[in-house]
Nanobody, 125 residues
Framework: QVQLVESGGRLEQAGASLRLSCAAS??????????MGWFRQAPGKEREFVAA???????EYAASMKGRFTISRNNAENMVYLEMSSLKPEDTAAYYC?????????????????WGQGTQVTVSS
């Protein structure tokens, strides 16, 4: 089993920067390679892919987020991060950390096996 806990979400003004964190734990995470992803979901909307990272650090981004968001991980600390800059009101959503068994990053939410509870990011104009 894998447990994921996100943190760092808060209210910010448009143009601000913010870093979200995901703390991972559990026997499965510690003993098998896991690709990680960030997704977001606004009220009434479907869950949207944001970024993903392989176990050894290769990254992939949604086109709308590329250039503003950066995903990274520190395997020694069991941490995954999402650094966001130039925040826009349309970035407002609950942001979720996800993990999947295997070294490859994926963009579909249904391809991930474990999810955190989410952390809310709200961006005002």
């Amino acid at each position: 089993q894998v447990q994921l806990v996100e943190s760092g979400g808060r209210l910010e003004q448009a143009g601000a920067s913010l870093r979200l964190s995901c703390a991972a734990s559990g026997r499965t995470f510690n003993n098998y390679p896991m690709a990680m992803g960030w997704f977001r979901q606004a009220p009434g909307k479907e869950r949207e892919f944001v970024a993903a990272i392989t176990w050894n650090g290769r990254t992939e981004y949604a086109a709308s987020m590329k250039g503003r968001f950066t995903i990274s991980r520190n395997n020694a600390e069991n941490m995954v991060y999402l650094e966001m800059s130039s925040l826009k009101p349309e970035d407002t959503a609950a942001y979720y950390c996800a993990a999947r068994t295997g070294q490859f990053a994926k963009t579909g939410a249904d391809e991930y096996d474990y999810w955190g509870q989410g952390t809310q990011v709200t961006v005002s104009s």
